[in-house]
């Protein structure tokens, strides 16, 4: 049975990100923080979204391109795809632990 799907995304998968982003907005605000002030909250959430960007925009489609190659009979496509599927889940991967260094870390960065 097939899952419902969200703009390429399984529908789990998009109400994880919605809950983790709301969630930390909420605690931010109980503490008093600014969202856009406060350094590390700022550029996390943009990481956060950059990962999400490059996991929707890119990701997915290549995941389908995958999917379709899976036959095996074009190996030289399939290899290309997987190659391009490493290396932007690598860009959006890094973004994601950049995101966590700096929700741990917590550096005196400048707010927008």
Do not use: C
């Not at 109400?15 to 996390?44: D, H």
């Not at 950059?50 to 995958?66: D, E, P, T």
């Amino acid at each position: 049975m097939k899952s419902d799907k969200y703009m390429g995304m399984d529908v789990h998968q998009a109400m994880t990100v919605v809950v983790i982003l709301v969630s930390g907005v909420l605690a931010a605000m109980q503490r008093g923080l600014s969202i856009t002030g406060t350094g590390w909250i700022f550029w996390s959430l943009v990481a956060l979204g950059f990962s999400g960007v490059v996991f929707v925009a890119r990701l997915n489609g290549l995941q389908h391109r995958l999917e379709a190659a899976g036959d095996g009979t074009d190996m030289p496509t399939r290899r290309r795809v997987l190659a391009s599927w490493a290396r932007w889940a690598s860009v959006g991967t890094a973004a994601i632990l950049v995101a966590l260094g700096l929700m741990v870390l917590r550096p005196d960065l400048p707010g927008f």
